[in-house]
């Protein structure tokens, strides 16, 4: 299966379709949360229920949470964008480099972090219609998600840009 979607997905016209897809539904969220940019993160990573609750009653009081609310309308596709950008980053390199199928598994990385994403997002959306859902145990699930899409993406990219840029290729006539 994996190799079938590495042979799907390596065309570095894929990667460059989706990527400029990601990059203008990237722009479009900043646009929409820039009053609220700075505060992002650290509500979506945080494990404390207090915070979440209090980060979004402010927002809720100073007006910003129909902002944070309206970005879940581009913020619920974001996720496919990328996630076909970096599987087809990684199938590009890997093949490009002849990276053995073993390592094919790297594929599932931006998938899984995909929909780390789409919780976190149902998560949030939950909290924003039923505060009382805010609870240690929702916010764990929903930040540990998070933490976890941030760890596969970035690592991802990481890992597409050092096969790319820092593994030589191999040698055609080298045993």
């Not at 799907?8 to 894929?14: D, T, W």
């Not at 929409?32 to 229920?49: C, D, H, K, N, Y």
């Not at 949470?65 to 390199?93: E, S």
Request: glycine share 6%; proline share 5%.
């Amino acid at each position: 299966m994996l190799k079938k979607l590495r042979e799907a997905l390596k065309s570095g016209r894929i990667v460059l379709i989706f990527g400029i897809i990601y990059g203008i539904s990237q722009v479009i969220i900043g646009i929409i949360l820039f009053p609220v940019l700075t505060e992002i993160g650290a509500l979506q990573t945080s494990f404390s229920p207090e915070f979440v609750r209090d980060t979004l009653e402010a927002w809720r009081q100073s007006g910003e949470l129909a902002r944070y609310q309206q970005h879940f309308l581009v913020d619920f596709i974001h996720p496919v964008w990328y996630t076909i950008a970096l599987t087809a980053g990684l199938a590009n390199v890997f093949t490009m480099r002849s990276i053995p199928d073993r390592w094919n598994f790297f594929l599932l990385f931006p998938v899984i972090g995909g929909i780390c994403d789409l919780i976190e997002n149902i998560s949030h959306q939950n909290f924003i219609g039923n505060p009382d859902s805010i609870t240690g145990a929702a916010v764990a699930i929903s930040a540990a998600a998070a933490w976890i899409k941030w760890i596969l993406l970035i690592g991802s990219l990481i890992t597409v840009l050092i096969v790319r840029y820092a593994m030589k290729p191999k040698d055609s006539t080298s045993p």
